[in-house]
């Protein structure tokens, strides 16, 4: 299977990015996220980013985001790995993958600048 696709978060808690095959346009891509080598679940990569979708990934559909559950965490890249599930094929981090852990959001006070 020929995939395209990017880890652009990797943070303690949390992985996103996105996996597109053209040959499974009609099936969503299903990832096996692992750290340090441990199954911690699967996630399909079926949620819209309309940047994708203009770029000629489909209907755009092809995004993911995966919560690590709380009794694993991500402390560097080495230690996590996203599987297509049923392949050999990894999705590991790069140079452009951020590691931070993604922070709520907080209202903004009334007159803040």
Not at 22 to 38: C, N
Not at 61 to 86: E, H, N, T, W
Request: a negative charge; aromatic letters at 8%.
């Amino acid at each position: 299977m020929d995939v395209v696709g990017h880890l652009d978060l990797c943070g303690p808690s949390l992985v996103e990015g996105w996996i597109y095959s053209a040959q499974q346009s009609t099936g969503k891509i299903r990832l096996q996220v692992f750290i340090d080598g441990i199954l911690q679940g699967e996630c399909v990569a079926d949620q819209l980013r309309a940047d994708l979708r203009e770029a000629g990934m489909g209907d755009g559909r092809c995004a993911f985001s995966f919560a690590i559950p709380s009794k694993a965490k991500i402390v560097d890249f080495k230690s996590a790995q996203l599987r297509v599930a049923g392949s050999v094929l990894y999705m590991l981090p790069d140079e452009y993958t951020t590691f931070a852990e993604v922070e709520r959001a907080r209202p903004l006070k009334v007159g803040a600048v």
